[in-house]
C-alpha cells in the first residue's frame, strides 16, 4: 500500500519528528503528544533554554565577603599548582576528583543509586563528557572550599574557572539530545542545579536585594536547565537512572497531604486581582506543599537534600519575574521555601541560609506581614538550637546581620 503523501512540519516538536509524524506545531503541547501523553519540546525551546545559559555570568556576581576578590587575591600559578588553562590534567584536578568520587558523591547520595557495572557506565559518561567533567570538579571545589575555610579562597577561585569552562564548552556543543548522551547531559544539569543554589545560598550577597537578585537568576538558571533536559526524559527512562528518577517522581506525588500552606493560598486568593499572577502563585505553592508533604516522611539526609532542591526546578518561570519586583505574596512563598531549607541547616548545601532568608523577608516585609508569616517564624523558632549554630561564616558565607 502506498503511503499518502503530507506536507512536512519543519516547525514541528521534537518528539513528533522523532516519531516521523505530522506535528499540528501546538503550544505548549502539540495534539499528537497531548494524546499520547509524551513529553512534548521544541528545538526553539532549546535554544531559548541554551541562551539562558550564555547569559550566565562566568563567574559568581555574589557580592558577599567570602566570594569578593581583587585580581590580586586569585591564586596564581605558583600557588594553585597549576592555571587552569594549563594541560588538560593536574594535580589539583586529580585532588577534586579523588574528593568527588570518595566524599562528595556519598555526601549526594550517588553510592545509593548506582554501584559495580552501573557504577562504571556512570564513570564512562563523565569521562566521555568534557563539560560534564569540569562541572563534576567545579562542584568538588565548592564543597571542599566549606569543608577547609583556610584554603576558601584557593577552592572557590577554581570553582568559579572550572564552572566558566564548563558551560562554555557545554554552549558551543549545541546538543541534541539523543539516548547516547542523555545521560552526561542530565547530569551536568543536576550537577549545575545543585552547585548555583549552594552558591546562592551559602555565599550570598551582602545586601538582601542583592540576594533576592542572585537567588531569581538561580531560578532562571533552573528553567533553562529544565527546558534542557525535559526533552531527554523518555531516554532517561532506559539508562541505570530509570529507578531513580521515578522514585522522585512517587515520593512527590505520594507524601501524606499536610496544610502547612492553606494559609498562604488563602493570601494569595484574597490579595492577588490579576489572574495569572493568582496562577503563577498557585502553581509555586503546590509544588512547596508537595515537597513539604515529601519531607515529612524522608528517612535520610539523601533524600531531604533532593526534595530541597526540586522546588527551584518545579517553580513556574513566571514567579520569578514576580519575586524581581519583590511582590509582597512572593517573598512570603520564598519564606516558606526558606522554612523548608532550615529544617536542613545541617546539610552542608543549605547551611544557615533559611534562617537568613527567614528573618530579611521579616525585616523587608514589616510587621503588617507578620501573620502572613506565622508557620515560617514558628518553623525558624522550633528548629533553632544546635544546627542554628552554624553560621554561614563557618560555612565560607557572610554572617546574618
Excluded at 541534541?176 to 548522551?181: C, L, M, S
Excluded at 545560598?201 to 540576594?211: E, M
Excluded at 512563598?333 to 548545601?349: F, G, T
Amino acid at each position: 500500500m502506498v503511503r499518502k503523501p503530507h506536507k512536512k512540519s519543519r516547525l514541528g516538536c521534537i518528539e513528533c519528528k522523532r516519531r516521523h509524524i505530522k506535528c499540528d506545531e501546538g503550544r505548549p503541547i502539540c495534539g499528537n503528544c497531548n494524546i499520547s501523553r509524551r513529553d512534548c519540546s521544541y528545538a526553539s525551546m532549546i535554544s531559548e533554554a541554551h541562551i539562558i545559559l550564555e547569559q550566565f555570568p562566568r563567574t559568581s556576581t555574589s557580592a558577599g565577603t567570602a566570594d569578593k576578590q581583587r585580581p590580586s587575591d586569585s591564586p596564581n600559578p605558583s600557588q594553585a599548582g597549576s592555571d587552569i588553562d594549563s594541560p588538560p590534567v593536574n594535580p589539583l584536578h586529580l585532588e577534586l576528583f579523588h574528593h568527588f568520587v570518595q566524599d562528595l558523591s556519598v555526601s549526594l547520595g550517588l553510592d545509593r543509586i548506582v554501584s559495580g557495572s552501573r557504577a562504571i557506565g556512570l564513570m564512562g559518561s563523565m569521562l566521555a563528557a568534557p563539560y560534564l567533567m569540569d562541572q563534576i570538579l567545579a562542584f568538588s571545589a565548592l564543597h571542599l572550599s566549606i569543608l577547609r575555610r583556610d584554603q576558601q579562597k584557593h577552592y572557590k577561585y577554581h570553582a568559579d574557572q572550572l564552572q566558566t569552562h564548563a558551560i562554555s564548552a557545554f554552549n558551543g556543543l549545541k546538543l541534541e539530545v539523543n539516548p547516547e548522551n542523555c545521560l552526561p547531559l542530565f547530569m551536568f544539569a543536576s550537577c549545575l542545579a545543585n552547585h548555583t543554589l549552594c552558591e546562592k545560598l551559602v555565599f550570598r550577597a551582602d545586601s538582601f536585594d542583592g540576594f533576592v537578585d542572585d537567588f531569581v537568576q538561580c531560578l532562571r538558571l533552573h528553567c533553562g536547565i529544565r527546558t534542557i533536559t525535559s526533552q531527554s526524559w523518555h531516554f532517561l527512562l532506559e539508562t541505570p537512572l530509570k529507578d531513580t528518577l521515578r522514585g522522585a517522581g512517587q515520593a512527590l506525588d505520594e507524601g501524606p497531604p499536610g496544610d502547612e500552606c492553606l494559609e498562604l493560598l488563602s493570601l494569595v486568593n484574597t490579595t492577588v486581582s490579576d489572574s495569572a499572577t493568582r496562577k503563577t502563585y498557585h502553581q509555586a505553592i503546590e509544588s512547596l506543599q508537595k515537597t513539604l508533604n515529601a519531607n515529612r516522611v524522608s528517612s535520610n539526609e539523601y533524600d531531604a537534600m533532593s526534595l530541597v532542591v526540586s522546588w527551584p526546578v518545579m517553580v513556574p518561570p513566571a514567579y520569578s519575574d514576580r519575586l524581581a519586583e519583590r511582590q509582597p505574596e512572593a517573598l512570603v512563598i520564598l519564606a516558606y521555601y526558606a522554612a523548608l531549607v532550615h529544617m536542613h541547616s545541617d546539610i552542608w548545601l543549605f547551611g544557615d541560609s533559611g534562617s537568613y532568608i527567614l528573618r530579611s523577608v521579616n525585616g523587608y516585609l514589616g510587621p503588617s506581614w507578620e501573620q502572613c508569616l506565622r508557620w515560617p517564624n514558628e518553623i525558624l523558632q522550633s528548629y533553632s538550637g544546635a544546627s542554628e549554630m552554624r553560621t554561614s561564616a563557618d560555612l565560607g558565607g557572610t554572617p546574618v546581620a
